[in-house]
């Protein structure tokens, strides 16, 4: 059974960053049944008592999303997590623990300006993994990169356009503390910090290149064996 919990919109006194919490204190699965708007702001899942999982067509926004899930699994293999990433000024980041598998589906959004030309070949940079840590799989599938140029007259009938582009994901911290590790980039780079899974396989794979973090030091891969394709 799916347990109750609370839903909270705060946007407090900075606009630019509305909160967005969901905490399950009790026993059961947090299942994501629609949307959880919130493309500027920080989206917190909180489970305590069970996983949380997403219907086919749910996903979660955020500038910066964080995922708990002390007792159970974050999506499923055959039915990943949905989130939307907005990257602004600064990167979109994910913090992510379950004390079993983190399964996801990520999309990496940047909001245009309806009077500028998005070209195919721009490059959004990006998404922090920071700390992604799991008991079991990490596997985790970055979709097409898009940026979304909002209709000029919303209220004439005009829609937004989506712009596909390449994107970068930084793997600051991806731990998987007795299973394998599979990151996935359908549209650009991955860039390597700390990559882990001490008992199991790391897979890496990018539409573009595989490279060290950008802050100079080398990245690092802690396996059994790797796999590495770009």
Known sequence: DTSSFSVVSDLGSDVDSPAVTIDNNSVGNVTLA????NPTGVTTVT?????????????????EITL???????????????????????????TAKANEGIYLETRLLEIGE???PVSSGRIIDGVDFRSV?????????????????????????????LTDVNGTYHLIGVTSTSGNVAVFNASGDLNLG???SPLGTTTLIASGSIVAANNGSAGEIGATSTVLEA
């Not at 990490?138 to 919303?154: C, F, H, N, T, Y």
């Open 68 to 94: 708990e899930a002390l007792q159970g699994q974050i999506g499923e293999v055959g039915s990943r997590l949905g989130l939307r990433l907005y990257n602004d000024e600064s990167n979109a980041t994910v």
């Open 114 to 116: 309806t009077d500028t």
């Open 34 to 37: 629609g949307e959880v708007e």
């Open 47 to 63: 489970n305590q008592g069970g996983d949380i999982l997403g219907l086919p067509t749910a996903f979660l926004e955020g500038r």
């Open 194 to 196: 700390s990559v882990r």
């Open 133 to 161: 840590v799991a008991g079991g799989d990490v596997d985790i599938r970055a979709v097409q990169a898009q940026v979304l140029v909002p209709a000029e007259d919303p209220g004439a009938g005009g829609t937004p356009t």
